[in-house]
T-cell receptor, first 117, second 113 residues
Framework: ETGVTQTPRHLVMGMTNKKSLKCEQH?????MYWYKQSAKKPLELMFV???????ENNSVPSRFSPECPNSSHLFLHLHTLQPEDSALYLC????????????????FGPGTRLTVL | AQSVTQLDSHVSVSEGTPVLLRCNYS??????LFWYVQHPNKGLQLLLK??????LVKGINGFEAEFKKSETSFHLTKPSAHMSDAAEYFC???????????FGTGTRLKVLA
């Protein structure tokens, strides 16, 4: 596989369930990101990992728990979600985090469409 | 504070006519600027990026954008729209020295036959 892959592509869960979203990048990048995309709202940055260290947590509720075991894999663990958490969750990677001297574009996965009942 | 504004939430053009999607940014320092496209049920794909080497940036699928510092704009254009261009387009600014990519609210492009 090439690029950024995400599994599952669709997920339906109840509010008491525990599930995990998986992201894998095959690009040799050092930074990975989780975004939430809801209808009629701008893309919301949730977490940023640089070299497996979390460098940004954008005031995300604790029912979302990220994990980055290595530079190629990123997980988002979900627990006791609310219906308003239903959205498209996008994973992205970049060679390095933004803000340095380079111009790092992000490469996005296809997303996981999450529905919370 | 840094921000990005996409001036039109929806744009409709006829096939074969020019496309203009507008983006204005606010940034204290020289930003990085990007345009992404998202087709239905797909992730975002990079169209082009501003690297400060040239103010007119050419991207994929015939798109280009011009960086105008005096107007703080980075509008996306294409001379002739194709049906496959129908999608949502996002303008993104990355202020230097931060971990943040700031996304605009998106412009949905409709191409009429």
């Amino acid at each position: 596989e090439t690029g950024v892959t995400q599994t599952p592509r669709h997920l339906v869960m109840g509010m008491t369930n525990k599930k995990s979203l998986k992201c894998e990048q095959h690009l040799g990048h050092n930074a990975m990101y989780w975004y939430k995309q809801s209808a009629k709202k701008p893309l919301e940055l949730m977490f940023v990992y640089s070299l497996e260290e979390r460098v940004e947590n954008n005031s995300v509720p604790s029912r979302f728990s990220p994990e980055c075991p290595n530079s190629s894999h990123l997980f988002l663990h979900l627990h006791t979600l609310q219906p308003e958490d239903s959205a498209l969750y996008l994973c992205a990677s970049s060679q390095d985090p933004p803000g340095g001297t380079g111009y790092n574009e992000q490469f996005f996965g296809p997303g996981t469409r999450l529905t919370v009942l | 504070a840094q921000s990005v504004t996409q001036l039109d939430s929806h744009v409709s053009v006829s096939e074969g006519t020019p496309v203009l999607l507008r983006c204005n940014y606010s940034s204290s320092y020289s930003p990085s600027l990007f345009w992404y496209v998202q087709h239905p049920n797909k992730g975002l794909q990079l169209l082009l990026k501003y690297t400060s080497a040239a103010t007119l940036v050419k991207g994929i699928n015939g798109f280009e954008a011009e960086f105008k510092k005096s107007e703080t704009s980075f509008h996306l254009t294409k001379p002739s729209a194709h049906m496959s261009d129908a999608a949502e387009y996002f303008c993104v600014v990355t202020p230097s020295g931060t971990y943040k990519y700031i996304f605009g609210t998106g412009t949905r492009l409709k191409v009429l036959a």
